[in-house]
Structure formats: C-alpha cells, structure tokens
C-alpha cells in the first residue's frame, strides 16, 4: 500500500465514536423488538453490554497503554479485553445471519466454542483494525484496503469451497456440513487476505 503512516498515537476517536454508537444503537433497538427476548434473552443483552464497555476500553489500553513498560504490566488485561470484545463480536455475527434470515445461524449457535475458534481467524487480521484495536494502527484508507483483499479472500474461499464440495459429492440437503465445510474456506480466505494486505501497512 501507497499511504503513508500514520503517527504513533494517531487513532481514530471518530472510529471510536462510530462504533460505539453502532453497538448502542443496536442494543436499544434489540431492547424493544418483540424477537429479542424469547429467542435471545438474558444472554445477548449482556453481549451487547460486554462490546459497549469492552471496546472503549481496549481502544484506550491500544492507544495509550500496549507499548513499553505499561504494555508488558497490563497485558494480561489487554488480552481479556480482546477476548471479550471477540467474543461479543462473534455474539453480533450470530445475530447479523438470524436477522438476514440464513438458515444457517443456528449453526453458530450449537457448536460455539468450534465455531469461535474459527471466527478467531478473522477476528484478530480483519476486526480489530476494523476497529482500530489491533496492535498496528491502521488509518481509514489502509482499513479499507484490508477489507478489500479480505472481501476478495473470502470470495475465493467460497468458490474453492463449492469446487471442493461438488468434487465430493456432497448432498446439497446436508445444510450443516456445507455451512461448515464453507465456513472454513472462507474464514481461511479472508484471514489470508486481511493479512496480505497489512504487510506494508500501519504504525
């Protein structure tokens, strides 16, 4: 990538800002439809609640605390909070496919610890610069390119995966086992992507 690097220190509050207000948005509106709480409950509401105080919070830990003495002291709690914040994430995934009527959401809801894990592989190269919570600091053109070749990597997952499932054979009625076998190869896609294109960017 052309752009030049931005300077130590120089995140995005408006990123900052963006998201919260996303995250709150959605938490209200969740408050009062009538889907949320017999097919959520309790549960997603603290998701919500977890990525509103989480993200600030780990933004700052990025923004001010990672480097040097501090960074080596407070890790711990860095790696909580990414943590947190990832699995709220996943929790906002999950809601995203039900809300868009996949039938494939309820997947993410039965296997969760093995789907997170495969969620982690795009978390960490594609979210959280997203964000503006990964360790690099990437500006808003450079977050944009990274999309891009993760958009474009996950795309070529997707057609490696269809390739891959019509040489096995496999049953188009076998819903589960295609979401997953897909998953994969998209995940993998976009991971790939997301970290190709920050090789020659951030701070």
């Known amino acids: 990538m052309g752009e030049e690097k931005t300077k130590s ?20 509106y ?27 919070l780990f933004f700052i830990y990025r923004w001010k605390v990672a480097g040097g003495c501090l960074g080596l002291v407070f890790w711990p709690i860095g790696y909580a909070l ?19 009527g996949s039938v494939f959401y309820g997947n993410l809801t039965k296997h969760e610890i093995v789907f997170v894990l495969l969620f982690g592989l795009v978390y960490f190269p594609l979210l959280e610069p997203v964000l503006g919570v990964s360790k690099k600091n ?9 999309l891009l ?8 997952g ?11 054979g496999t049953p188009v009625t076998d819903k589960g086992n ?15 992507g997301a970290m190709g294109a920050q ?3 951030g701070e």
Request: aromatic share 20%.
């Open 9 to 28: 220190g120089g995140r995005s509050i408006a990123r900052l800002l963006l998201f919260e207000a996303l995250a709150l948005g959605g938490y209200l």
């Open 138 to 146: 990437f500006s808003f053109p450079q977050t944009l390119w990274i």
């Open 158 to 168: 997707y057609l490696l995966g269809d390739f891959m499932i019509r040489k096995a």
């Open 82 to 100: 990414s943590l947190a914040l990832g699995i709220s994430c996943y929790a906002w995934l999950t809601l995203g496919l039900y809300y868009s």
């Open 199 to 201: 090789r020659n960017g």
């Open 178 to 192: 295609l979401f997953l076998l897909w998953l994969v190869f998209i995940l993998i896609g976009s991971a790939v």
């Open 30 to 56: 969740l408050q009062n439809h009538p889907m949320a709480r017999p097919l959520w409950g309790l549960n997603f509401r603290i998701y919500a609640l977890v990525f509103l105080a989480a993200y600030p």
């Open 149 to 156: 070749f993760s958009v474009f990597g996950g795309f070529l």
